[in-house]
């Protein structure tokens, strides 16, 4: 019984790396909560951008953890991308929220990843078991996870960007191709119109 009891649990810690996405509107907030007990660790990285592929701006918005006693732990502004932990000093209910409230442009699509670290003694004899090597390769895998589906937000942010400069470009290049072409077509037709000879009867 014991065993399934271990089982299960490092079923749910290996479940424990959440990805998440959410839309901010203009002037709006959104909260989100983890229960924590003494000594875990909470860490929440996240990625601001825009759901339209047209749009090339690299948009921010503010961030904030607070305890369960309403004491901010962190406080971020104009952040368009970021990686905060935190130690849990008590046990609780710990808040952290993105908020969009001092723009009103655009919605803000919010890609955020929360994983976490349950403390284990070291000193308890059972630290140095099978178990906690396990959660240990866990915890680490879903580190992994988590930066591997940050980097792919961020490759997608810097991918419309680059489209976005390629268009332009473009669009530049071949106003600069007509404007040549009717600068050329006016000095034909002007030179022309300079050499020709005018008789009058």
Not at 90 to 115: A, I, M, P, Q, T
Not at 170 to 192: D, E, H, M, P
Request: neutral net charge.
């Amino acid at each position: 019984m014991q065993v399934l009891v271990q089982f299960i649990s490092l079923l749910l810690m290996a479940s424990s790396a959440l990805a998440h996405n959410v839309l901010l509107k203009p002037y709006a907030k959104q909260c989100f909560f983890e229960k924590l007990n003494k000594n875990d660790e909470l860490a929440i990285s996240f990625q601001v951008g825009s759901r339209n592929p047209q749009n090339h701006e690299q948009y921010t918005c503010d961030f904030y953890i607070k305890s369960p006693s309403g004491q901010v732990l962190v406080n971020k502004r104009d952040m368009d991308h970021g990686d905060e932990n935190i130690q849990a000093s008590s046990e609780g209910k710990y808040y952290y929220c993105f908020l969009n409230e001092r723009s009103n442009r655009v919605d803000l699509d919010v890609s955020f990843n929360v994983h976490g670290v349950i403390y284990i003694d070291v000193n308890d004899p059972k630290s140095d078991t099978l178990d906690y090597a396990i959660s240990r390769l866990s915890q680490l895998t879903n580190d992994v996870k988590a930066e591997q589906s940050y980097l792919v937000i961020r490759e997608r942010t810097h991918r419309n960007t680059a489209e976005s400069t390629n268009s332009r470009v473009k669009w530049w290049s071949v106003f600069q191709i007509l404007v040549v072409a009717i600068n050329s077509v006016f000095q034909i037709y002007y030179l022309k119109r300079f050499f020709e000879v005018k008789s009058v009867v």
